[in-house]
């Protein structure tokens, strides 16, 4: 009897569906149409085109945090595939599942360096080498292969899903344009992919969490601090859990914000070192035992490396190591150790943490325009309801907005590792399809300042053909306001194309006003209150943009200490480095 087969496109795509995926996204080219006439064409699966490719990568990890589970990219050879680039390099930064899908070049033609369109030259007159972006893209992923052999094709496409699953990082799947065609195994489909999270060794595991028990039941103040990672491999409730489990004191960082319901008894506030509402960092530094999940020790993330957590109180459950009290195991994922710790915890030998500390309120500030940043952080906390999706861009809006307040089952989305100005424009509208998939009732916010969204303001184009409705707070502080606070204020080229019409923008990408979206700017606090308090921008059924009047020196008090803490560090740095070379340190107060 013969086996059943199918389209490598079609088995391909059918894996992604069994994953969750129902919109595919990217940007059509020449040696990919072949491949998206298979999306057309699939039942359960729609194509989703946006503008370029790097928002298409961009959309695609906006995508895949909401849905937590990887997003499909596809675009073409070459000149495609570098422009994501930028994109895919974030979402591997920050352990963001993304199967990028590149339609190259025909094997025949690959194979005798012919000099197609897309292709780089080569050297030396040998002919162009189309391996090379290949190259360029490997070190940015989990999974990397090029599927040139019907027989191992549908190995190849199990093995680099998988990864991207367990690693929760981006993946690539090359796929020359005449391989889409070719047959192969229909029934190994009806397998599903194991994707459980498994450390080689259990009894190694078993002692690891005997260790970290040992630590809780000898702790009388511990602290959890939720980082981003714990999203990342799914385990926003596993890590809720043991909060509820140890009594502890809850808190979560910049990168992890809302993953502890901040309306929580147990939920003190956001750990960032010293940059740390007061009262925060003494409930962390003070307390017997900090569990840390998920972290991620990136400078922003930190407080400018100043986290004073002793290693001989601290332990740490990473997708690379465990850390208890100073011993660190390398290669073991803190998944399966997390589910086992928090299924093995016995509430009747751990002590409260005791009493919540009080932590300092916002202050004040005065500035040139009516409305602050702290102004406006107070006004989005205000503004905040359960389930919201919030976006918040790189830029100063990241440094103020870890202190809004927010309520329970909040998703919280912003680069602040590998901060690639422009990006969380794109994501918001690839947070918006996958809010939709999910049919969840929540908002989907955005905060954004004008240089950020100039970058790449062309998707709300995306988000108007898509008939998204969300909420876009368009910080408008003339120009990059965060460069200023590193470097020059004054200087040109922290100026950006002045005088934009932001309240007709949607109009220009297609939206009509009144109907598919609406516009309103204000520049004063009153202003400001109306807008949130009014039930079309609370409950929105449209696409709306709030251009808000903020001054371009005003500051949030985060950005300046960060500031000045890292261009501290960095400068003594500089002149130790300099001294050894025998060079002359030029003193400045950047990065």
């Given at each position: 009897?013969?086996?059943?087969?199918?389209?490598?496109?079609?088995?391909?795509?059918?894996?992604?569906?069994?994953?969750?995926?129902?919109?595919?996204?990217?940007?059509?080219?020449?040696?990919?149409?072949?491949?998206?006439?298979?999306?057309?064409?699939?039942?359960?699966?729609?194509?989703?085109?946006?503008?370029?490719?790097?928002?298409?990568?961009?959309?695609?990890?906006?995508?895949?945090?909401?849905?937590?589970?990887?997003?499909?990219?596809?675009?073409?050879?070459?000149?495609?595939?570098?422009?994501?680039?930028?994109?895919?390099?974030?979402?591997?930064?920050?352990?963001?599942?993304?199967?990028?899908?590149?339609?190259?070049?025909?094997?025949?033609?690959?194979?005798?360096?012919?000099?197609?369109?897309?292709?780089?030259?080569?050297?030396?007159?040998?002919?162009?080498?189309?391996?090379?972006?290949?190259?360029?893209?490997?070190?940015?992923?989990?999974?990397?292969?090029?599927?040139?052999?019907?027989?191992?094709?549908?190995?190849?496409?199990?093995?680099?899903?998988?990864?991207?699953?367990?690693?929760?990082?981006?993946?690539?799947?090359?796929?020359?344009?005449?391989?889409?065609?070719?047959?192969?195994?229909?029934?190994?489909?009806?397998?599903?992919?194991?994707?459980?999270?498994?450390?080689?060794?259990?009894?190694?595991?078993?002692?690891?969490?005997?260790?970290?028990?040992?630590?809780?039941?000898?702790?009388?103040?511990?602290?959890?601090?939720?980082?981003?990672?714990?999203?990342?491999?799914?385990?926003?409730?596993?890590?809720?859990?043991?909060?509820?489990?140890?009594?502890?004191?809850?808190?979560?960082?910049?990168?992890?914000?809302?993953?502890?319901?901040?309306?929580?008894?147990?939920?003190?506030?956001?750990?960032?070192?010293?940059?740390?509402?007061?009262?925060?960092?003494?409930?962390?530094?003070?307390?017997?035992?900090?569990?840390?999940?998920?972290?991620?020790?990136?400078?922003?993330?930190?407080?400018?490396?100043?986290?004073?957590?002793?290693?001989?109180?601290?332990?740490?459950?990473?997708?690379?190591?465990?850390?208890?009290?100073?011993?660190?195991?390398?290669?073991?994922?803190?998944?399966?150790?997390?589910?086992?710790?928090?299924?093995?915890?016995?509430?009747?030998?751990?002590?409260?943490?005791?009493?919540?500390?009080?932590?300092?309120?916002?202050?004040?500030?005065?500035?040139?325009?009516?409305?602050?940043?702290?102004?406006?952080?107070?006004?989005?906390?205000?503004?905040a309801q359960p389930d919201d999706i919030v976006l918040i861009?790189?830029?100063?809006?990241?440094?103020?907005?870890?202190?809004?307040?927010?309520?329970?089952?909040?998703?919280w989305i912003t680069q602040i590792y590998y901060s690639s100005?422009?990006?969380?424009?794109?994501?918001?509208?690839?947070?918006?399809?996958?809010?939709?998939?999910?049919?969840?009732?929540?908002?989907?916010?955005?905060?954004?300042?004008?240089?950020?969204?100039?970058?790449?303001?062309?998707?709300?184009?995306?988000?108007?053909?898509?008939?998204?409705?969300?909420?876009?707070?368009?910080?408008?502080?003339?120009?990059?306001?965060?460069?200023?606070?590193?470097?020059?204020?004054?200087?040109?080229?922290?100026?950006?194309?002045?005088?934009?019409?932001?309240?007709?923008?949607?109009?220009?990408?297609?939206?009509?006003?009144?109907?598919?979206?609406?516009?309103?700017?204000?520049?004063?606090?009153?202003?400001?209150?109306?807008?949130?308090?009014?039930?079309?921008?609370?409950?929105?059924?449209?696409?709306?943009?709030?251009?808000?009047?903020?001054?371009?020196?005003?500051?949030?008090?985060?950005?300046?200490?960060?500031?000045?803490?890292?261009?501290?560090?960095?400068?003594?740095?500089?002149?130790?480095?300099?001294?050894?070379?025998?060079?002359?340190?030029?003193?400045?107060?950047?990065?």
């Amino acid at each position: 009897m013969t086996s059943a087969t199918t389209a490598l496109a079609t088995y391909l795509f059918t894996r992604l569906h069994q994953l969750g995926v129902k919109n595919v996204l990217g940007v059509p080219g020449d040696f990919n149409l072949l491949l998206l006439d298979f999306v057309e064409a699939f039942d359960g699966l729609n194509w989703v085109g946006f503008c370029n490719e790097l928002n298409a990568a961009y959309a695609a990890d906006g995508y895949a945090r909401v849905k937590k589970h990887p997003a499909a990219l596809v675009t073409t050879f070459g000149v495609g595939e570098l422009s994501a680039l930028n994109g895919i390099s974030g979402s591997h930064a920050e352990y963001v599942p993304i199967v990028h899908i590149v339609g190259t070049s025909g094997r025949p033609v690959a194979e005798n360096q012919i000099m197609v369109h897309h292709a780089n030259p080569g050297k030396n007159g040998g002919g162009p080498d189309h391996s090379v972006y290949r190259m360029a893209s490997e070190p940015f992923s989990c999974a990397h292969e090029y599927i040139t052999d019907p027989a191992k094709a549908a190995d190849q496409i199990d093995y680099v899903i998988s990864e991207v699953v367990k690693q929760s990082m981006p993946g690539y799947i090359f796929l020359p344009v005449d391989m889409v065609t070719k047959k192969v195994d229909a029934e190994r489909l009806s397998i599903e992919l194991d994707l459980e999270i498994k450390n080689p060794n259990a009894e190694a595991e078993n002692s690891i969490v005997s260790e970290i028990l040992e630590a809780i039941y000898a702790s009388k103040r511990t602290s959890v601090v939720v980082d981003v990672l714990t999203e990342r491999h799914n385990a926003r409730e596993l890590a809720q859990e043991l909060v509820r489990k140890t009594k502890s004191h809850a808190f979560t960082t910049p990168m992890g914000k809302g993953l502890i319901d901040e309306t929580d008894a147990q939920f003190v506030g956001l750990y960032n070192g010293e940059l740390s509402r007061g009262g925060v960092s003494d409930a962390v530094v003070g307390s017997d035992l900090v569990i840390d999940v998920g972290p991620m020790f990136s400078d922003s993330n930190t407080g400018g490396f100043t986290r004073k957590v002793e290693s001989e109180k601290n332990v740490i459950l990473h997708p690379d190591y465990i850390s208890v009290r100073g011993k660190t195991y390398k290669g073991v994922h803190f998944l399966p150790v997390l589910k086992k710790l928090v299924a093995q915890i016995d509430a009747s030998k751990v002590t409260s943490a005791g009493e919540k500390p009080t932590i300092a309120p916002l202050e004040d500030v005065k500035c040139d325009t009516d409305i602050s940043h702290t102004d406006f952080v107070k006004a989005l906390s205000k503004f905040a309801q359960p389930d919201d999706i919030v976006l918040i861009e790189s830029g100063t809006c990241q440094f103020g907005s870890p202190d809004v307040d927010t309520k329970e089952n909040t998703r919280w989305i912003t680069q602040i590792y590998y901060s690639s100005i422009g990006f969380t424009l794109p994501a918001m509208v690839g947070a918006g399809i996958a809010n939709r998939e999910l049919e969840k009732q929540g908002r989907v916010l955005l905060v954004e300042g004008d240089g950020s969204a100039q970058m790449t303001i062309q998707e709300l184009g995306t988000a108007v053909r898509q008939g998204l409705t969300p909420v876009v707070f368009l910080l408008n502080n003339s120009g990059y306001s965060i460069e200023r606070a590193i470097w020059g204020p004054e200087q040109s080229y922290n100026d950006i194309c002045p005088d934009w019409q932001w309240t007709k923008i949607f109009e220009v990408f297609g939206g009509v006003e009144g109907k598919t979206c609406k516009h309103v700017r204000v520049e004063t606090r009153e202003e400001l209150d109306k807008v949130i308090t009014s039930e079309e921008i609370k409950n929105p059924d449209k696409a709306i943009l709030v251009e808000v009047i903020l001054d371009k020196f005003d500051y949030p008090w985060r950005l300046t200490e960060q500031v000045r803490i890292m261009s501290g560090k960095n400068m003594n740095l500089y002149k130790k480095y300099a001294a050894e070379k025998g060079e002359v340190c030029i003193e400045r107060t950047a990065y």
